[in-house]
């Protein structure tokens, strides 16, 4: 398994999830609460649900945001997390090929974090993005398997479905804006 070591596979993924109607953008790791905030400013969402596992970070991201006036919230049930307009996480991987995300952890509140809210903001750390699924699903295997994580989602842009008609619907069964934050 191998992680994407060049410009190349980022560039790809940027390229892919653009396509999948996905909002980008860079910063380098002290730019995260920026871009995140700028993430949130561009779709009008005054509250947000930061995901609990986001570690070191989600401190400074809480503190940011508060001080901007965005209201956070915890979200420990579904009826708790209703009031949330944009749900804040850590993706563990990204990849080129596909230009997906891989959303993983063990607790309920970051996984409705990415579901509920209608605005999805996703950190993702360039080293993490994989050249092809084959070598995610590697990633997700391990993680699944010895890590014992419970949870896994491959996030393909904004929630989509034409199931009506074959109209094409955005943001039915999930979020309708997908950002995500590329750090590195």
Do not use: W
């Not at 919230?73 to 209703?82: M, Q, R, V």
């Not at 491959?154 to 995500?180: F, Q, Y």
């Amino acid at each position: 398994m191998t992680i994407a070591a060049s410009n190349a596979a980022v560039e790809r993924f940027v390229l892919r999830a653009e396509r999948l109607g996905v909002r980008l953008h860079r910063c380098s790791g002290d730019g995260v609460a920026a871009a995140v905030l700028a993430a949130l400013r561009a779709e009008a969402a005054a509250s947000a649900m930061v995901a609990d596992d986001l570690g070191h970070e989600r401190g400074v991201l809480l503190a940011a945001l508060t001080d901007a006036g965005v209201t956070t919230i915890g979200g420990a049930t579904p009826l708790e997390a209703d009031p949330a307009e944009a749900g804040v996480t850590r993706a563990a991987f990204g990849v080129a090929e596909t230009g997906a995300l891989g959303v993983l952890g063990n607790e309920v509140q970051p996984r409705m974090a990415t579901m509920l809210p209608p605005v999805h903001v996703a950190i993702l750390d360039a080293s993490a993005v994989y050249h092809s699924l084959d070598e995610a699903f590697e990633h997700l295997e391990r993680a699944m398997g010895s890590e014992g994580l419970r949870y896994a989602s491959l996030v393909a842009g904004p929630s989509r479905t034409a199931d009506v008609e074959k109209t094409l619907a955005v943001g039915v069964h999930g979020p309708r804006v997908l950002h995500v934050v590329l750090v590195g």
